[in-house]
């Protein structure tokens, strides 16, 4: 089946940015969503098809697919960003979505 | 706003099965716009797919569980239901009930989830 490989972790400091990448066999034929999930809390969407903002998520949040990696980009990191962040996508070959490993991140 | 809301026992015995309801509020399950999912997550693991079901009852499931599981929609009760057999301490997760949106759509709005233990 297919698999998306995340990175465990990434550390950033305050008012940097931070890229967290999602590898799986030629990704850039899917589309790719990617949640925010904090202690304690339920997944929340942060980007949808490989670049979309839901409404109210702010514009540091981005994505990007191409080759064998999404990434989603963080500018400007806070605080509040620290989470957990999984990428998602539908695997057409086997009918069944996928997740990312997940990876968390760490604001300095 | 639309709400999920799990509901269902927090313990169940191996071998049983696990039942749980999702009730959709501030909105009506039965729009033709969207399907709704299952996904858990055991104890400091990730996220795992279930399975998914829309408003007429066409279901499509995780390969991994497909044998074990039924998934059923009350429209007139705007709820949807996971149903899973033969558990085993591997089944224990916090589950939570999302809404999806058809071709490869993202799960746009989750509940908040329930804990789920199997043991004697």
């Known amino acids: 089946s297919y698999v998306l490989t995340q990175p465990p972790s990434v550390s950033v400091a305050p008012g940097k940015t931070a890229s967290i990448s999602c590898g799986g066999n030629d990704i850039r034929t899917k589309t790719v969503h990617w949640y925010q999930q904090k202690p304690g809390q339920a997944p929340a969407l942060v980007i949808y098809y490989d670049t979309d903002r839901p409404s109210g998520i702010p514009e540091r949040f981005s994505g990007s697919n191409s080759g064998n990696t999404a990434t989603l980009t963080i500018s400007r990191v806070e605080a509040g960003d620290e989470a957990d962040y999984y990428c998602?996508?539908?695997?057409?070959?086997?009918?069944?979505?996928?997740f990312g490993t997940g990876t968390k991140v760490t604001v300095l | 706003q639309l709400q999920l809301q799990e509901s269902g026992p927090g313990l169940v015995k191996p071998s049983e099965t696990l039942s749980l309801t999702c009730t959709v509020s501030s909105g009506s399950i039965s729009s033709s716009a969207y399907f709704w999912g299952w996904i858990r997550q055991p104890p400091g693991k990730g996220l795992e797919w279930i399975g998914n079901i829309n408003y007429s009852g066409s279901t499509f499931f995780n390969p991994s569980l497909k044998s074990r599981l039924t998934m059923s929609v009350d429209t007139f009760k705007n709820q949807f239901s996971l149903h899973l057999t033969s558990v085993t301490a591997a089944d224990t997760a916090v589950y939570y009930c999302a809404r999806t949106w058809p071709n490869q759509g993202p799960f746009d709005i989750w509940g908040l989830g329930t804990m789920v233990i199997v043991s004697s």
């Open positions: 998602q996508v539908w695997d057409s070959n086997s009918d069944h979505f996928v």
